[in-house]
């Protein structure tokens, strides 16, 4: 009789302990379900999309590829280039027109001015302006000094290399192009956060779940305990029984506090997709999921997730662009196979005046008809006086021409290799495609079972426990049931995230999960537009 009141006593006091622990972290946990504020899928997505850094950083290619655009259009401009010389030159003669003994003098400064400008066809064009004043010793010049103008216009059109507007805008389309692949690498990049904030999500939804089955299984216990505490006191049961279900209350207690630490972990990657940082308002809110949906829900079969994928995944058209860029690289390395002739042209006017100089020769006084300043060259100029033309053409070719060959050898084997990288991809887009078909369709099958499951173990708790009420059940088979009916609500569970995290990787691989929250990335879609 003594040794049952020391036991009942020393149970008494560890039953006190042990409750007022488990109180404790009951009370904490539920006061920590209840903080928890729940944010709506779409409003995660919607933030992560507009939040997220890595995002902002891929958009950022975007106005960067297009400054390359006008740099490469920028070959097209017109420049203006200018010069000024002055120039004096003294050299020993042996001719006896100079004025000087043994010395010719000359001193010239001048200038000139010109635009250039090279057209999309290949033609380029120098038109320039220059002048000139000069003097010198020779004793035959009626002029001094002299005033020179001219006017030039060369031209020089590529007949075979280089002939053409595709060969001549080849980097200027690729360039556009390469924007429009930078727009397609930010789509694919917001489709693959969205799907990762997505998974996520889902992922915290189920720890939540987890969690609160894990305080349920722990409040059976704890009832089973009670119910032992009172049966004892009676004497109905024996003290083992008791401990037993104080044993399943502690190490269900130890489960409640891992699951809580998953739904901290989850959440904080969560908080991390969506750049919620130090300062930020809800950087010290605690969130829920909403209420995962159940499995009756459509979605396309293979036949036509598969069409869609093909027609709207990012990355197959970033690729399907690289290809088209590999066609102008390979058309223009064709053209630099060829022998360049070109069509050269100048045209030029041009006008001459200068000081009055009377020259004596042979015993006759004269003086130049072009006497005058500066602005007589210029009319003169302007009135054809004097004028040159030419037109010839030039040849030139490398004997074997290797370095064209080579490379356009290169861009053959490029552009087939780009064709493998696509048809590649799109293996890939197939796999992707039919797996996440699996795991919706497999994952339904499996909530089904695992309803099954869940009804026919509460069922069997249930009797369990009328025959405990009997006396013809223990503890041990009791526990042992509770933990089959959490495990299968928690199967339900897992089987049900699986489903809906299979949803989100099958839209993420048709390319249509962004359209299918009515979300679309901050683009402006319209400058799509593929170069030919």
Known sequence: MMKKELAHIALTIFGIFTLAVHGNAQELTEEFLAELKVLPLRSALARGIQKNLELQIQELNIPISRQEVTATEAEFDPAVDASFFSLEQKSPTGSSFSTEET???????????????????GLQS??????????NNSATDALRPQYHNFLILNLTQPLLRDFGTKVNTANLRISKNQVNQTVYNYMERAQRIASEIELAYYELAEALEVLRYR????ELARELLRGNREKFERGLVPITEVQQAETAVAARDEQVVFARQQVEMVSNRLKDFLEIRPGDPLYGELFATEKIPGVDQSFPDLEKALAVALEKRPDLERQR????????????????RLPRIDL????????????????????TTASSPLVGDYLDS???????DGYEWFVGLRFSYPLGNRAAKARFRRADWEKRQAIYRLKRLEGKVET???????????????????????????????????????????????????????????????????????????????????????IIAEINMKEITHAE
């Open 432 to 518: 992707e495609v039919k797996n996440a078909l699996v795991a919706v369709v497999r994952s339904a099958e499996r909530v089904r079972v695992a309803e099954r499951f869940e009804r026919l173990a509460e069922k069997t708790l249930e009797q369990e426990m009328e025959r405990l009420k009997e006396g013809l059940s223990d503890t041990f088979h009791i526990l042992d049931l509770q933990d089959d009916l959490i495990e299968a609500c928690i199967r339900k569970t897992t089987a049900l995230v699986d489903f809906h995290q299979g949803l989100a990787s099958l839209y993420r691989a048709m390319g249509t999960n962004l359209e299918r929250f009515r």
């Open 321 to 336: 662009i690289d290809i088209a860029n590999r066609d102008i690289r390979l058309e223009f390395c064709r053209n630099q």
């Open 344 to 363: 050269e042209a100048t045209l030029g006017v041009n006008g001459l005046s200068g000081g009055d100089r009377l020259i004596t020769f042979g015993g």
């Open 378 to 384: 210029l009319s003169r100029m302007a009135e054809h």
């Open 215 to 218: 305080i349920e299984s722990r």
């Open 103 to 121: 010395f010719n003098l000359s001193r010239e400064t001048g200038g000139d001015i010109g635009i250039r400008k090279k057209f999309t066809f």
């Open 126 to 135: 120098r038109l320039s302006f220059e002048v000139s004043r000069s003097m």
